[in-house]
């Protein structure tokens, strides 16, 4: 199948700092991408969609400001946390759709992201 | 709004059949999937239902029903590594923009 990675793997911040994570579709173009937040013992939750060379679609609850989205390739976007503060901790994963696939959806390996 | 219920947690033994349900409730239907995640990894691709009716592979099967808005994932000849959690996600629109909505995630516990 098809090959999502996402860099670091792990980070460890303080708090007001920024961190910027990766995401990579190596094997293919994907137009679009997602960003998931997953907590502790909790499933994945959509934080927002990454539209390559137009702006992402934020859910709802989730702030645009503090998570900024930037997807400037077709085989990259980028997911920065700005102003980090510990309750931002989680593992952030992403993932893309082949469009010249089915319906599946490759996930990425997941950020586990510490703010200190 | 969008609602996609599993049970919290679930117990199986080494060897039998687990079946995992979900219900949904979301504003439109173009697929249902099941996920597979072991602990700190990212999820890994099981199965697919779009239309009614059972999809098997292997010792995995998932089946769909549109109207009651209900699906279930079984699993036979369990084995002890598939202790994991096992979510359920609904794709509303389909396409491009095909973003998914998970479920609240089962746990399974396989035990000898």
């Known amino acids: 199948g098809a090959v999502v990675s996402q860099h670091p793997s792990r980070v460890i911040c303080k708090s007001g700092t920024s961190v910027k994570i990766e995401c990579r579709s190596l094997?293919?173009?994907?137009?679009?991408m997602f960003w998931y937040r997953q907590f502790p013992k909790q499933s994945l939750m959509l934080m927002a969609t990454s539209n390559e060379g137009s702006k992402a679609t934020y859910e709802q609850g989730v702030e645009k400001d503090k998570f900024l989205i930037n997807h400037a390739s077709l085989t990259l976007s980028t997911l920065t946390v700005t102003s980090a503060h510990p309750e931002d901790s989680s593992f952030y994963i992403c993932s893309a759709s082949d469009p010249t696939g089915a319906y599946e959806q490759y996930f990425g390996p997941g950020t586990r992201l510490t703010v200190t | 709004g969008q609602n996609i219920d599993q049970p919290t947690e679930m117990t199986a033994t080494e060897g039998a059949i687990v079946q995992i349900n979900c219900t949904y409730q979301t504003s439109g239907f173009n697929g249902l999937f099941w996920y597979q995640q072991h602990a700190g990894e990212a999820p890994t691709f099981l199965s697919y239902n779009v239309l009614d009716g059972l999809e098997e592979k292997g010792r995995f099967s998932s089946f769909l029903s549109r109207s009651k808005g209900y699906s279930y994932l079984l699993l036979k000849e369990l084995q002890m590594k598939d202790s994991a959690s096992y979510l359920c996600a609904v794709s509303p629109h389909g396409g491009a923009t095909n973003k998914l909505i998970f479920g609240t995630g089962t746990l399974l516990a396989v035990q000898p």
């Open positions: 094997d293919f173009q994907a137009t679009t």
